[in-house]
């Protein structure tokens, strides 16, 4: 036992010096956000951005030229512009043939960027918007086809069917309510598909499918099968909950429409307003089916064939990864969303709208996609020595073959397609025909248009209510009442494909173009578009007095022909023989010819008046009395005959006469 003496001595503890200063805590350092975010998802990126950018560059260039703009593109974007210019939710009367949120959204980016600017013609601000709901639309597909289990080159494959598809391109560009909903219904089912936090995806997923269906109604057909993801997906301790919940949700988001329609005065139909039910009335009862796919005059067989002629691989490849589908638990709810989508197209009285199917094409993408995924991973797991079944590996090596003539089909088909897209100019006689109107037609005209012109002609300074849209002139009350005579109140008439087969509803734009006589036109086939001069004395009348007009020309136009001071080739002779030129233009150059000796080198048929007589010469030399000061000598010649420009060139002095031209002036 050791005593306390024999004990060894203490040793003091050692402490750290204590300093004055206070001391700072020692943080463990962590990883920059950004950094660690690129770590984790730098694969993904690289599969994704190149497809995001490809997407990009084909919907954006040269969204101007091709397709040629169509009435439904000029009736979202005038809306759209009601709302941000003229303080009204549309640009005519609204009668609820659509809830309005689809064009409140395109009115949100074209007023923050300031897209209206850019361009000339209006639609093509539409189109800058639609290029963005596009690409967002890209990358949820991304999203949604990575949370469905897909592989990175899978869902690549998916983002970049669904963003270059020429079927896609030709209906992406096209300013629809549908390319504003499409993204509002991928991420809600991209939401219903979440594990964690699935409440609020829940919640989430119902309001976005509740903006979806607010920007285009037709996206309600997918209801049943977002339910059935949420269903499937959700957590059995809390699936009442969440379910009861989000569908609440959903229903508040509807109602708000009803609200607004109440709030209106405008629920139910009465006397002197439109309505909410009558709107929906239309909608589901009383509009024009559109007939029978085996009807080759039908609006169903030209819809579809319009989609066929686009892309005939993708629609075939689609419907039958939609069958597929139907067997792999993943791609089930979507499968069965496109197998029921189609089928509503089929039943009885049913009308389909020529956008109906942009709502399948991120899902037709998604399905061509998970087929191939799948059949490579069971390539692979048979490579790999793993046991399959007989029917897996007949099914994932027939799938693999078909992807292969499918893609030896796709590089000629979507190589001519897209050529298109990027390089023609299918819009130019549009544009030519709105340059017509604002140089060549009285700005207090009253003109009938397709609505595509509509805040085009309204920016140039043409009166709104005398730029109207046809569809209303048979259709708006407001409109009826400032046309007592509907169609012999206007001035001219501006056909394109749209009107010319819209007409056939309306009986007053029928009355119009078969009253009337085409004074420019450019373009050919669809894309015809003729300025036509109403006529309110009828056909009968306009032609008896064109033929007495014409016989008149050609009377005067033979005296100056024979005239000796006249030295012209015989194009210009000819020309005057056949009563091709204009009665103001032959009253001034007999007037010019009683001068002196006069040297026309030249008639020339301005742009898009190839059919109409000349009204624009180039006089190369005057030798008679107004000599140097044949300028002035020609302003001199009063109102009646006065030209509109008169310009010195190389060639002599051109002198074009306005597009009206007056009758009676040669007796």
């Given at each position: 036992?050791?005593?306390?003496?024999?004990?060894?001595e203490?040793?003091?503890?050692?402490?750290?010096?204590?300093?004055?200063?206070?001391?700072?805590?020692?943080?463990?350092r962590?990883?920059?956000?950004?950094?660690?975010?690129?770590?984790?998802?730098?694969?993904?990126?690289?599969?994704?951005?190149?497809?995001?950018?490809?997407?990009?560059i084909?919907?954006?260039?040269?969204?101007?030229?091709a397709?040629?703009?169509?009435?439904?593109?000029?009736?979202?974007?005038?809306q759209a512009?009601?709302?941000?210019?003229?303080?009204?939710?549309?640009?005519?009367?609204?009668?609820?043939?659509?809830?309005?949120?689809?064009?409140?959204?395109?009115?949100?980016?074209t007023?923050?960027?300031?897209?209206?600017?850019?361009?000339?013609?209006?639609?093509?601000?539409?189109?800058?918007?639609?290029?963005?709901?596009a690409?967002?639309?890209?990358?949820?597909?991304?999203?949604?086809?990575?949370?469905?289990?897909?592989?990175r080159?899978?869902?690549?494959?998916?983002?970049?069917?669904?963003?270059?598809?020429?079927?896609?391109?030709?209906?992406h560009?096209?300013?629809?309510?549908?390319?504003?909903?499409?993204?509002?219904?991928?991420?809600?089912?991209?939401?219903?598909?979440?594990?964690?936090?699935?409440?609020?995806?829940?919640?989430?997923?119902?309001?976005?499918?509740?903006?979806a269906?607010?920007?285009?109604?037709?996206?309600?057909?997918?209801?049943?099968f977002?339910?059935?993801?949420?269903?499937?997906?959700s957590?059995?301790?809390?699936?009442r909950?969440?379910?009861?919940?989000?569908?609440?949700?959903?229903?508040?988001?509807?109602?708000?429409y009803?609200?607004?329609s109440?709030v209106?005065?405008?629920?139910?139909?009465?006397?002197?307003?439109?309505?909410?039910?009558?709107?929906?009335?239309?909608?589901?009862?009383t509009?024009?089916?559109?007939g029978?796919?085996?009807?080759?005059?039908?609006?169903?067989?030209?819809?579809?064939?319009?989609?066929?002629?686009?892309?005939q691989?993708?629609?075939?490849?689609?419907?039958?990864?939609a069958l597929?589908?139907?067997f792999?638990?993943r791609?089930?709810?979507?499968?069965?969303?496109?197998?029921?989508?189609?089928?509503v197209?089929?039943?009885?009285n049913?009308?389909?709208p020529?956008?109906?199917?942009?709502?399948?094409?991120?899902?037709?993408?998604?399905?061509?996609?998970?087929?191939?995924?799948?059949?490579?991973?069971?390539?692979?797991?048979?490579l790999?020595?793993?046991?399959?079944?007989?029917?897996?590996?007949?099914?994932?090596?027939?799938?693999?073959?078909?992807t292969?003539?499918?893609?030896?089909?796709?590089?000629?088909?979507?190589?001519?397609?897209?050529?298109?897209?990027?390089l023609?100019?299918?819009?130019?006689?549009?544009?030519?025909?709105?340059?017509?109107?604002?140089?060549?037609?009285?700005?207090?005209?009253?003109?009938?248009?397709?609505?595509s012109?509509?805040?085009?002609?309204?920016?140039?300074?043409?009166?709104?209510d005398?730029?109207?849209?046809?569809?209303?002139?048979?259709?708006?009350?407001?409109?009826q009442?400032?046309?007592?005579?509907?169609?012999?109140?206007?001035?001219?008439?501006?056909?394109?494909?749209?009107?010319?087969?819209s007409?056939?509803?309306?009986?007053?734009?029928?009355?119009?173009?078969?009253n009337?006589?085409?004074?420019?036109?450019?373009?050919?086939?669809?894309?015809q578009v003729?300025?036509?001069?109403?006529?309110?004395?009828?056909?009968?009348?306009?032609?008896?007095?064109?033929?007495?007009?014409?016989?008149?020309?050609?009377?005067?136009?033979?005296?100056?022909?024979?005239?000796?001071?006249?030295?012209?080739?015989?194009?210009?002779?000819?020309?005057?023989?056949?009563?091709r030129?204009?009665?103001?233009m032959?009253?001034?150059?007999?007037?010019?010819?009683?001068?002196?000796?006069?040297t026309?080198?030249?008639?020339?048929?301005?742009?898009?008046?190839?059919?109409q007589?000349?009204?624009?010469?180039?006089?190369?030399?005057?030798?008679?009395?107004?000599?140097?000061?044949?300028?002035?000598?020609?302003?001199?010649?009063?109102?009646?005959?006065?030209?509109?420009?008169?310009?010195?060139t190389?060639?002599?002095?051109?002198?074009?006469?306005?597009?009206?031209?007056p009758?009676g002036?040669?007796?």
């Amino acid at each position: 036992m050791t005593t306390t003496t024999t004990r060894p001595e203490a040793r003091p503890i050692e402490r750290p010096a204590v300093s004055d200063e206070p001391q700072r805590p020692v943080v463990p350092r962590r990883p920059h956000r950004v950094g660690s975010w690129l770590r984790r998802h730098g694969n993904s990126l690289v599969w994704f951005l190149p497809v995001l950018a490809i997407a990009g560059i084909v919907q954006r260039l040269n969204m101007t030229g091709a397709p040629q703009r169509i009435d439904d593109e000029g009736t979202y974007t005038a809306q759209a512009y009601a709302l941000g210019h003229l303080g009204e939710l549309t640009h005519y009367t609204y009668w609820y043939d659509h809830p309005p949120l689809g064009w409140i959204q395109i009115a949100g980016y074209t007023g923050l960027t300031g897209a209206f600017g850019r361009y000339d013609q209006a639609v093509m601000a539409g189109r800058e918007s639609m290029v963005f709901f596009a690409l967002v639309s890209v990358l949820l597909v991304w999203l949604l086809g990575r949370r469905m289990g897909l592989s990175r080159p899978a869902a690549a494959v998916a983002s970049f069917v669904f963003g270059v598809s020429p079927l896609a391109v030709q209906f992406h560009r096209t300013v629809y309510l549908d390319n504003v909903a499409v993204p509002w219904l991928l991420l809600a089912f991209l939401l219903a598909l979440s594990r964690r936090n699935q409440l609020a995806g829940f919640i989430g997923s119902s309001f976005a499918f509740g903006v979806a269906v607010l920007s285009k109604e037709t996206f309600l057909l997918a209801l049943p099968f977002l339910a059935w993801t949420m269903i499937r997906n959700s957590d059995r301790s809390t699936r009442r909950y969440t379910l009861a919940t989000s569908g609440a949700v959903l229903a508040l988001v509807g109602m708000g429409y009803v609200v607004f329609s109440i709030v209106r005065g405008e629920f139910l139909p009465g006397k002197g307003h439109t309505s909410l039910i009558g709107g929906l009335s239309f909608q589901l009862g009383t509009r024009q089916a559109s007939g029978s796919i085996f009807d080759t005059q039908s609006l169903f067989f030209r819809v579809v064939s319009q989609w066929w002629q686009l892309d005939q691989v993708f629609i075939v490849l689609s419907v039958l990864a939609a069958l597929v589908g139907l067997f792999f638990r993943r791609t089930r709810p979507i499968a069965a969303l496109m197998v029921f989508a189609i089928a509503v197209m089929f039943r009885p009285n049913s009308y389909v709208p020529v956008p109906y199917v942009i709502m399948l094409l991120p899902f037709g993408a998604l399905l061509i996609a998970a087929a191939g995924d799948s059949a490579v991973k069971a390539y692979r797991a048979r490579l790999g020595g793993r046991v399959t079944t007989t029917l897996n590996r007949v099914g994932a090596t027939a799938w693999l073959a078909l992807t292969a003539l499918a893609i030896a089909a796709i590089v000629p088909l979507w190589t001519i397609q897209l050529r298109g897209f990027l390089l023609s100019n299918q819009d130019q006689p549009m544009v030519s025909a709105e340059r017509w109107i604002d140089q060549n037609v009285p700005h207090d005209s009253r003109l009938l248009v397709d609505d595509s012109m509509w805040v085009d002609l309204v920016r140039d300074g043409f009166a709104r209510d005398n730029v109207i849209w046809f569809y209303k002139i048979d259709t708006d009350g407001a409109v009826q009442a400032q046309s007592p005579n509907g169609w012999k109140d206007s001035d001219y008439v501006v056909t394109t494909d749209s009107i010319r087969t819209s007409a056939s509803g309306s009986p007053d734009v029928q009355a119009a173009i078969a009253n009337s006589t085409v004074v420019a036109t450019w373009g050919t086939g669809t894309q015809q578009v003729d300025v036509r001069q109403i006529h309110p004395e009828g056909e009968a009348a306009a032609t008896a007095a064109a033929k007495t007009e014409a016989a008149a020309r050609a009377d005067a136009g033979a005296q100056l022909a024979a005239n000796p001071n006249l030295v012209a080739s015989s194009q210009v002779t000819t020309a005057l023989r056949d009563g091709r030129v204009d009665s103001r233009m032959l009253v001034v150059l007999g007037q010019l010819l009683g001068t002196g000796s006069v040297t026309v080198s030249d008639f020339t048929a301005l742009d898009g008046e190839a059919s109409q007589p000349y009204r624009q010469l180039t006089i190369a030399k005057a030798a008679g009395e107004p000599g140097a000061s044949l300028t002035g000598w020609l302003d001199a010649v009063g109102d009646t005959y006065a030209p509109a420009s008169v310009e010195k060139t190389g060639a002599g002095t051109v002198v074009t006469f306005p597009a009206a031209e007056p009758t009676g002036l040669l007796g």
